[in-house]
């Protein structure tokens, strides 16, 4: 167990913005060789806090101090240059560049010259990153690019490394891997704070948890000693249970893909290959994968974004759809949760109101826009699904990614679909928030919708799904029922094995 002074000292740490209190009189310490994870509901203060200690946000009050001395970083220069890393949930790497000219973008000059390449290997090997200097991101997997990220960090030799929801994109087997580099790391006497939703992770990875909820420290333990509901208890303050998933049915189809095929969108796309599948009216059909792998593909051409090659290749409660735009399916009683909150589920700039106005387009019989009922509906969704926001009237880009999810996620549910097509649909949110959604994809299905859920989330495929596909390479395999199929046997399959070939090499294994 980590012992000695503390590496990093939080005392009174606070940061307010307009409306909200995001960190509330925050302290906390941090040990040499310590894995010590920040647990929170979304908005709770967690990423306002790292912002802080990764010089990315000045503090309103309160103080820091690393290894004993008065730490104040402006930009993060100052805190690398002392020896605070940080790896951020959404990768800053440029497709086109190799991995040694990604990796020289981000050190300064003079580390940036010499024999990187051999550097970046060197480091790779170390800690079992498996990294090649000169490969193209855009060729990689996901599992691959964040270990650039990791090795990015570890060049500048921090001694605090920050990581901010790591395994979200990861297969089972590749979170593990993460896990033993990180316990390696925390060995030598390097400090983890560690950011994660996912509890039984924080469970077995992490020494001790600070839980904040509101800005504010509510609780510190050891998480070793909590159950996972206990956690989640402790972070919503409130008694927690998870959503059951449905009784196998056999209700008629509402969505069927036929032999959809597309070609890749440019150098980095994944082309679509003879897809086919159906989701019958009362069911959750769960499409598992790697990112990268077709799925943001699969999705464009499923709400109209790209069209298919014929038009019988989507069809949707009998009628071929597959040449009809995102409008025409929605008034065909589609909804859909892009994977990309920012941007494409919402316009930053837009308020919720003129968010929700964009999804639903409510108008008079006069043909004008009804304020009054849109701005109805984007109350009914924050009420609905907990969306902490100051007002409906707020830009989307102010709200913290998990509630925005929440309101993408609430719009497009409370529309009432027949066909609904979500893509990660609790990324980055709570344990509660998690269950709120969950619960609520599971009461569409029983009112008779069709529901296809595209998660890198294993344990939330396996939570609501009644049968589970593997995409893999614009493939999709066979969809199967979740009582046939284990999480490792999906997991090996998210990176590429297929049934027979596990068979196989079980059989050479056993020989």
């Known amino acids: ?81 002392r020896g605070v890393g940080m790896v951020f949930q959404h990768f800053s790497l440029f497709d086109a560049l190799s991995v040694r000219d990604n990796i020289a973008l981000a050190l300064p000059a003079a580390e940036a010259r010499g024999d990187l390449s051999a550097r970046i290997v060197d480091v790779s090997r170390a800690y079992g990153l498996e990294v090649k200097p ?60 560690y950011i994660s939703h996912k509890l039984e992770e924080i469970r077995s990875l992490c020494q001790r948890v600070t839980v904040l909820r509101a800005g504010r420290v509510v609780g510190a333990c050891d998480p070793g000693q909590e159950t996972a509901r206990g956690l989640a208890e402790m972070m919503i303050g409130s008694t927690f249970s998870r959503p059951q998933r449905p009784a196998r049915i056999d209700g008629p189809v509402r969505l069927r893909v036929d032999k959809l095929s597309l070609p890749a969108a440019g150098q980095f796309g994944v082309a679509l290959l003879d897809i086919s599948f159906d989701v019958r009216c009362g069911e959750i059909l769960g499409i598992a994968g790697v990112a990268g792998n077709g799925q943001t593909e699969l999705m464009a051409a499923l709400i109209g974004e790209v069209s298919a090659e014929h038009a019988k290749a989507v069809n949707v409660d009998g009628t071929d759809a597959g040449w009809l735009g995102p409008q025409q399916r929605r008034r065909m009683g589609m909804a859909f949760v892009p994977e990309e909150r920012l941007g494409h589920g919402a316009v930053p700039g837009l308020s919720l109101v003129e968010n929700v106005l964009l999804a639903d387009r409510a108008v008079s019989p006069a043909g004008l826009i009804d304020w009054p009922a849109t701005r109805a509906r984007a109350n009914a969704i924050v009420a609905a699904f907990d969306v902490r926001t100051a007002g409906v009237d707020h830009a989307a880009r102010s709200l913290s990614g998990g509630n925005l999810q929440k309101f993408v996620v609430g719009r497009a549910l409370l529309a009432k679909p027949g066909v609904l097509i979500v893509s990660q649909p609790t990324w980055g949110v709570d344990a509660g928030a998690a269950t709120a959604i969950q619960t609520a994809l599971l009461e569409m299905a029983k009112a008779g919708a069709a529901v296809l859920v595209i998660s890198q989330d294993l344990d939330e495929l396996f939570q609501i799904s009644t049968r589970i596909a593997v995409m893999a390479g614009g493939r999709l395999r066979p969809a199967r029922p979740v009582e046939d199929i284990t999480v490792e046997g999906i997991g090996l399959e998210m990176g590429g094995h297929s049934t027979a070939e596990m068979l196989r090499d079980e059989g050479a294994a056993d020989a």
Not at 23 to 49: M, Q, W
Not at 58 to 73: E, I, Y
């Open 1 to 81: 167990m980590p012992t000695g002074t503390p590496l990093l000292k939080i005392d009174g740490l606070c940061k307010s913005y307009p409306g909200v209190k995001a960190v509330d009189d925050v302290s906390l310490a941090l040990a040499r060789g310590e894995i010590h994870a920040l647990l929170g509901e979304n908005g709770a203060g967690k990423s306002t806090l790292v912002k802080m200690v990764y010089g990315l946000v000045a503090p309103d009050a309160g103080t820091m101090q690393l290894d004993g001395t008065t730490f104040q970083p402006r930009r993060p220069a100052q805190a690398r240059a």
């Open 134 to 193: 000169g490969r193209i991101v855009g060729d990689l997997s996901v599992g691959e690019r964040q270990r650039i990220e990791i090795v990015r960090c570890l060049l500048q030799n921090p001694r605090l490394i920050i990581m901010d929801e790591p395994t979200s994109v990861l297969t089972p087997q590749e979170a593990d891997d993460l896990f033993v580099t990180l316990r390696k790391l925390a060995a030598e006497g390097r400090a983890v704070l």
